[in-house]
């Protein structure tokens, strides 16, 4: 059974570095049939779409977010990372890992974990 | 456009037939996926593909597309549907995810 778990400080201080990892267990992220995603999701809001790692390394991005973000992985802890920089109050989200498999579809969600930018 | 446009609210009696629309240029050429979102959950898929439902979802789900638009209808609407519902798709690039901005169901 796929399980995703996401990790990291669940407050930021405006101007820092949001990091976030998810540790997938119960299968690998070098599958090439999959993607691994990041979603967020603001108090009371829709959701957002971060933007994903192939297993080649390849990265895909929000276009609004491009330049403050970098996703990586390490295949060796079968791990992704997400480092989001220059956060502001509006960055305050859950913050979901997840795979995707065939066309857009996200199969697979970690629980989420809130993160805040205050001072 | 490449963003994905929902009706922010939508209710439907008890035991009647709801459709939930996602409109965008991507649909054309993408299929999108549906999710049922509850409170303090993750979403969790109900429609993907042309119309395909996931182990554990029930009949009463079901998709359709025609041009730039799909659709999730519910036909007998019970009780427990009611949540907030999103579509998602490849934007036209290809390389991209998009969600549409959310439909919150209430059945009365």
């Known amino acids: 059974q796929l399980q995703l778990q996401e990790s990291g400080p669940g407050l930021v201080k405006p101007s820092e570095t949001l990091s976030l990892t998810c540790s997938v267990s119960?299968?690998?992220?070098?599958?090439?049939?999959?993607?691994w995603n990041w979603i967020r999701q603001p108090p009371g809001k829709g959701l957002e779409w971060i933007g994903s790692i192939y297993y080649s390394g390849s990265t895909y991005y929000n276009p609004s977010l491009k330049s403050r973000v970098t996703i990586s992985a390490d295949t060796s802890k079968n791990q992704f990372s997400l480092k989001l920089n220059s956060v502001t109050a509006a960055d305050t989200a859950v913050y979901y890992c997840?795979?995707?498999?065939?066309?857009?579809?996200?199969?697979?969600w970690g629980q989420g974990t809130l993160v805040i930018v205050s001072s | 456009s490449s963003e994905l446009t929902q009706d922010p609210a939508v209710s439907v009696a008890l035991g009647q037939t709801v459709s939930i629309t996602c409109q965008g240029d991507?649909?054309?050429?993408?299929?999108a996926t549906w999710y049922q979102q509850k409170p303090g959950q993750a979403p969790v898929v109900v429609i993907y593909g042309k119309n395909n439902r996931p182990s554990g979802i029930p009949g009463r789900f079901s998709g359709s597309s025609s041009g730039n638009t799909t659709s999730l209808t519910i036909t007998g609407a019970q009780a427990e549907d009611e949540a907030d519902y999103y579509c998602n798709s490849r934007d036209i690039s290809g390389n991209h995810l998009r969600f549409g901005g959310g439909t919150k169901l209430t059945v009365l």
């Open positions: 119960g299968g690998s992220i070098s599958s090439i049939s999959y993607y």
């Open positions: 997840a795979r995707q498999s065939a066309g857009s579809t996200i199969d697979h």
């Open positions: 991507s649909l054309r050429s993408f299929y």
